[in-house]
């Protein structure tokens, strides 16, 4: 079974200042790993997905996110945030050999002024 | 291209009635997945679809909800005798291949009365 873990459900940032947003995940199996946004009232879009190769992936936007394998997480990084940035943010996780993609339950970034 | 489409937007249905709620998925893709958001959670997998099949149902409850992804025609997600816990936000989206990448529509917002 695949479960994905965000431990922050709420992080305000100041504008221009860095920002991890955390995710972990649990699989017994190997996974694809990504990383979706979602603006007010909006569907999801994809900031970046790791497959395999590099475990640094770049995505849009500026943010970038590395696979660990060892303490199974995939934490995404911004180096300067801007106020346009302030909406949800969601890992999920899918089984090479599955079906489905495991969300977390999201991160709020909120950049304040 | 076009991407996921979601039709309607906005559902206010009362209780027990019907909701019907459509997903066209992008160009060229056969892989359709329907997701529910409630409120503060997180997305959480209904069912995984390939043309003509259901693949995976494991997130549909039992009962009232019924999915479907013709030959012809957008992907159908129907609820029966809707109740007010059914409220909230229902997310198609479709991948060219199985699990590498998954493009939403902007969802439909299910209200019951």
């Known amino acids: 079974a695949q479960s994905v873990t965000q431990l922050d459900s709420q992080v305000p940032v100041f504008e221009e200042a860095p920002v991890e947003l955390r995710c972990n995940y649990s699989?017994?199996?190997?996974?694809?790993l990504f990383w979706y946004v979602q603006y007010p009232n909006q569907g999801l879009q994809l900031l970046l997905k790791y497959l395999s190769g590099s475990t640094l992936v770049k995505g849009i936007n500026g943010f970038e996110a590395e696979f660990n394998k060892s303490q199974t997480s995939f934490h995404l990084r911004k180096p300067s945030v801007h106020i346009s940035d302030t909406a949800e943010y969601f890992c999920?996780?899918?089984?090479?050999?599955?079906?489905?993609?495991?969300f977390g339950t999201g991160t709020s970034l909120t950049v304040i002024p | 291209n076009a991407g996921v489409m979601q039709n309607p937007r906005h559902l206010v249905r009362r209780r027990g009635q019907e909701a019907r709620l459509r997903c066209s998925p992008m160009?060229?893709?056969?892989?359709v997945y329907w997701y529910r958001q409630l409120p503060e959670e997180g997305l959480k997998f209904m069912v995984y679809?390939?043309?003509?099949?259901?693949?995976?149902e494991s997130g549909m409850p039992k009962e009232r909800f019924s999915a479907e992804f013709p030959k012809e025609g957008p992907s159908i997600l129907r609820i029966q005798q809707v109740v007010r816990g059914d409220s909230a936000a229902y997310f198609c989206?479709?991948?060219?291949?199985?699990?590498?990448?998954?493009?939403f529509g902007q969802g439909t917002r299910l209200t019951v009365v």
């Open positions: 699989s017994s199996v190997s996974v694809y």
């Open positions: 679809l390939q043309k003509e099949n259901i693949i995976d």
């Open positions: 160009k060229g893709h056969s892989h």
């Open positions: 999920a996780v899918s089984p090479r050999t599955g079906n489905q993609f495991y």
């Open positions: 989206a479709s991948s060219k291949q199985e699990n590498t990448e998954a493009f």
